[in-house]
């Protein structure tokens, strides 16, 4: 957990160009990012067109989770 908030803490402020601690849709598509984009609805929880901190690191949680679970059921 904390070292997926250190990861979204730094994605965040690489794409937070105005340093205002949240995401809109503008920062996100002046990274070309064409994933976050489409990630952008299911990011923003509260649909208020704004990724703020929480949302991306619930986010980052949540997609976190998949690649653990298909590494345990490997071993
Ligand atoms: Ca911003
Ligand atoms: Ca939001």
Aim: no cysteine; proline share 1%.
């Amino acid at each position: 957990m904390l070292a997926n908030n250190r990861l979204s803490q730094a994605l965040l402020e690489a794409l937070d160009t105005d340093n205002d601690a949240m995401l809109s849709e503008a920062e996100v598509s002046v990274e070309h990012s064409q994933f976050l984009q489409d990630e952008f609805v299911k990011i923003d929880a509260n649909q208020d067109k704004m990724i703020d901190e929480e949302e991306f690191n619930n986010y980052l949680a949540a997609t976190k989770e998949q690649p653990i679970n298909v590494a345990k059921r490997k071993i």
